[in-house]
């Protein structure tokens, strides 16, 4: 899903260019947007639907949940769901074979490891499953909004079925991939020798840490924010 002027056309080209490599065989490649500008060709754009709730939570992550109404046009089935800025490391084929009884699988929110929380940067959903998480939404969402504050909280939190990845798959930049405090500041953040893909929630983007730049609005976080060049990042982030 791509919508507002964060992510540029070629966050869309990318990660297409990093599914084909990572994936056998015929592949269909969606993108909701409100913004079909510089998109490649083999991308399948359609419009990006709303959410009826209150400004600007319909323009944040809850906007996500979209995904989740009994039907979606022209789509059926299972699929796979990739945040924009996600980076593909290793083969995806796995990520549609694994546990394919089951409806929701998602990846572990790695900030609150085993609270039964997912993060939904990385997602396998089944078209129309579990509707009540799209039709509570409207009418519910003050109360909603209060409980969870974060749309994979409200998700994790209501959804009848859910089971994680294997933890190797799916793995936080910041988290499994940058050296602890002090040591980030001379050696370069690694990639885990067994991730398929490393999300990056927040910032930096992967235009960033590639640079080796982590933005902080206040000065005294960039002594323990910071990161040195994720030179790697290039070698799986291009069209």
């Known amino acids: 899903m791509k919508w507002g002027p964060l992510y540029p056309a070629d966050y869309v080209n990318k990660l297409y260019g990093m599914v084909r490599r990572n994936t056998e065989g ?48 022209g789509m059926e089935g299972d699929w796979l769901f990739l945040d924009l800025d996600v980076i593909v490391t290793g083969s995806l ?38 509707p009540y998480i799209y039709d509570r939404l409207a009418p519910e969402f003050p ?10 909280t409200y998700i994790s939190r209501t959804v009848s079925e859910m089971k994680f990845w294997p933890d190797a798959w799916c793995v936080l930049f910041k988290t ?10 001379w050696k370069a953040p690694v990639l885990p020798a067994m991730a398929r893909v490393v999300a990056f929630p927040g910032v930096p983007n992967p235009h960033e840490a590639v640079q080796g730049l982590w933005p902080v609005k206040k000065w005294y976080k ?18």
Not at 43 to 56: N, R, T, Y
Not at 222 to 239: E, G, L, N, V
Request: some cysteine.
């Open 222 to 239: 960039k002594f323990y924010k910071h990161i040195r060049p994720a030179t790697w990042i290039s070698d799986y982030w291009k069209a």
């Open 93 to 130: 084929d796995v990520f549609f074979d694994y546990e394919p009884q089951v409806s929701f699988i998602v990846m572990q929110n790695w900030t609150q490891p085993g609270k039964g929380i997912g993060n939904t940067s990385v997602f396998r959903f089944r078209v129309g499953a579990h």
């Open 26 to 73: 015929p592949l269909r490649f969606v993108c909701m947007t409100d913004d079909v500008q510089g998109v490649r060709e083999e991308v399948e754009c359609m419009p990006c639907p709303e959410v009826d709730v209150p400004p600007p939570r319909n323009r944040t992550g809850w906007r996500k949940i979209a995904v989740w109404a009994k039907e979606l046009p």
């Open 143 to 152: 109360e909603i909004y209060r409980q969870y504050r974060i749309e994979q």
């Open 176 to 185: 499994h991939c940058v050296p602890p405090m002090p040591q980030r500041w």
